[in-house]
């Protein structure tokens, strides 16, 4: 079984297909079929019958989900369509940007955010101490 590389709530790039060059959200990914669920891509009409006396029924547009290799994962920090490379992270497998090397699991992306942050305040804080 391949591991899929996309992940729920992820941006990513159509590579292929009548979407192509669209950049949207992934709302859903089966690993079983391999196949994920993007936001607005690949929407398919459907037919849908009344439900009821007030529902008429008629015509609803639809996401259908499209193949995970259709796809390029964005990545959050330098906003690259990027091939995704896997490393071992605190002892957690986590997806790296090709492009940047920078993790592309939210939580680790947040972490670094919340690191450079930090990072940031020291050399402010150095700064000020030096009286600059
Ligand atoms: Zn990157």
Do not use: W
């Not at 009409?45 to 193949?67: L, R, V, W």
Request: charge should be positive; charged fraction near 35%; hydrophobic fraction near 30%.
């Amino acid at each position: 079984m391949t591991k899929s590389f996309v992940k729920k709530g992820d941006k990513v790039l159509v590579v292929t297909g009548k979407d192509k060059g669209k950049i949207a959200d992934v709302v859903e990914v089966s690993s079983k079929s391999g196949k994920v669920l993007v936001d607005g891509v690949n929407v398919v009409t459907k037919h849908q019958k009344p439900k009821s006396q007030q529902d008429k029924g008629g015509i609803i547009k639809k996401s259908a989900p499209i193949e995970a290799s259709n796809v390029m994962v964005v990545c959050p920090v330098c906003g690259k369509a990027t091939r995704v490379a896997h490393k071992e992270l605190n002892g957690k497998n986590v997806r790296i940007c090709k492009k940047c090397g920078a993790t592309l699991d939210k939580e680790y992306v947040k972490e670094a955010k919340k690191e450079a942050k930090k990072a940031t305040k020291a050399t402010k804080a150095k700064k000020e101490d030096k009286g600059e």
